[in-house]
């Protein structure tokens, strides 16, 4: 490597050159770690179909302190094939879009939307009732991949932002009561995770001392 340059003052094309292998390797985690996520919730959803048991009675049991544990568990649950396949999709696009700026700060991200989806759902379901499924995730890496945008304010975030807006607009209306046996409350409450996700992992700018 040559160091006569210091980074900031390196040519455009090294600069050009080392952002686009970073972003390649980033694009290469973050598939993987997705594609490993989404088929460890098939892996467990087959394990439920074939073992006896009932795994979907550890998810979120609302207003019960022992169902408390579920949300942790829940979004890797699933009330079926169709319910995962209809969760599968959105999951490893979006989950893919969030990862990409990092897989740390991904996974601190996931761990904060599944926090305040889960206890979200704890508080304003029916009491309890159980809660399964990655729906809060979804909507969870939405807000965050959108409001990523608004906060970090980098080129790319914003473009990943508009792009999911605009592709994904319709998600939203899934925060409102609406279809009977569909968690609208894990829906709100995963946005609303995503979106406080993005604000505490948001990049913090240097300010330069004024003289």
Request: glycine share 16%; no cysteine; proline share 4%.
């Amino acid at each position: 490597m040559d160091d006569r340059f210091p980074p900031a003052e390196r040519p455009a094309g090294e600069r050009l050159r080392r952002g686009a292998g970073e972003l390649a390797a980033g694009a290469a985690g973050a598939a993987i770690l997705v594609i490993l996520l989404v088929g460890g919730m098939w892996a467990i959803e087959v394990a439920d179909y074939v073992l006896p048991g009932e795994f979907d009675a550890y998810g979120i049991r609302s207003w019960d302190v022992e169902g408390l544990g579920g949300i942790l568990l829940a979004p890797f649950l699933h009330a079926g094939f169709g319910h995962l396949m209809a969760n599968s999709l959105p999951l490893l696009i979006l989950g893919f879009l969030a990862a990409l700026r990092g897989i740390g700060r991904f996974l601190l991200a996931s761990l904060i939307i599944i926090v305040v989806s889960g206890l979200g759902v704890w508080f304003t379901s029916s009491p309890y009732v159980v809660t399964v499924g990655a729906s809060g995730l979804v909507f969870g890496y939405f807000g965050f991949v959108v409001a990523r945008g608004l906060f970090d304010r980098s080129v790319l975030d914003i473009v990943i932002a508009v792009g999911v807006a605009v592709a994904y607009y319709s998600i939203i209306w899934g925060v409102l009561p609406g279809e009977a046996g569909i968690s609208w409350q894990g829906h709100l409450f995963g946005l609303v995770g995503g979106v406080l996700a993005a604000w505490a992992l948001r990049r913090r700018r240097r300010t330069l001392p004024a003289y």
